[in-house]
């Protein structure tokens, strides 16, 4: 037995008509897009949060008054202060004032006759044609040297002998003895030449 078809074929599905089908895809695509912009809208509001939290902070901060800090040094102690001690000058040597003219407690001023450096005089004496100075080295008592000047020239003689207050120094071959009273020189072949102190002066 044979049916007959129907005359318009067989039904055909609601969901297969083309225009249903674009509705559908629309209505996801919308779907899609509107939850992948909530999404983004989300985000979008959690970073304006964090990013004003900061600006609001600084606004605070600026509106608080600057804080400074002020460090206070206090002046080392100070020890108390004793007295400094001037040390007391050295004594100077007193030295014999000659009763000689025109002669300083080292010689004759001016002249060869003169003691050395800082050497002090232990005789002075002069006659009318010589000056003569025995000069003690330093502090060295007993270490003396004779310096006599006359007519221009001058002589230096070390090491002269004393007795009592008359000296002897003698140089090569030439004797001088001084005394308060005379000035003796002895030449080498023996011929003496006196000379009366004027004034004279020992220590």
């Not at 037995?1 to 559908?24: C, D, E, N, Q, W």
């Not at 509001?45 to 002020?70: F, H, K, W, Y």
């Not at 270490?143 to 003689?157: F, L, Q, T």
Request: glycine residues 10%; hydrophobic residues 35%.
């Amino acid at each position: 037995m044979t049916y007959p078809m129907p005359p318009h074929g067989p039904k055909r599905s609601p969901f297969a008509s083309p225009a249903v089908l674009v509705a559908i895809v629309v209505g996801v695509l919308v779907l899609i897009g509107g939850v992948a912009g909530a999404f983004v809208y989300a985000n979008s509001q959690s970073d304006e949060t964090d990013t004003a939290a900061p600006a609001s902070q600084s606004e605070t901060n600026q509106d608080r008054p600057s804080q400074s800090t002020v460090t206070v040094t206090q002046p080392p102690s100070q020890a108390p202060t004793t007295p400094q001690q001037t040390a007391a000058p050295a004594p100077t040597t007193a030295h014999s004032s000659p009763s000689v003219s025109g002669a300083t407690w080292q010689g004759f001023v001016g002249s060869s006759a003169q003691c050395n450096a800082d050497d002090a005089a232990v005789f002075i004496g002069y006659t009318d044609r010589s000056q003569v100075v025995i000069c003690q080295v330093g502090s060295q008592e007993g270490r003396n040297y004779y310096k006599g000047a006359a007519d221009g020239g001058s002589v230096e003689i070390g090491y002269p002998s004393r007795s009592g207050d008359v000296f002897t120094a003698v140089n090569g071959g030439t004797t001088y003895q001084v005394s308060t009273s005379s000035l003796l020189i002895t030449e080498p072949d023996g011929t003496p030449h006196v000379e009366t102190m004027i004034q004279a002066w020992v220590d």
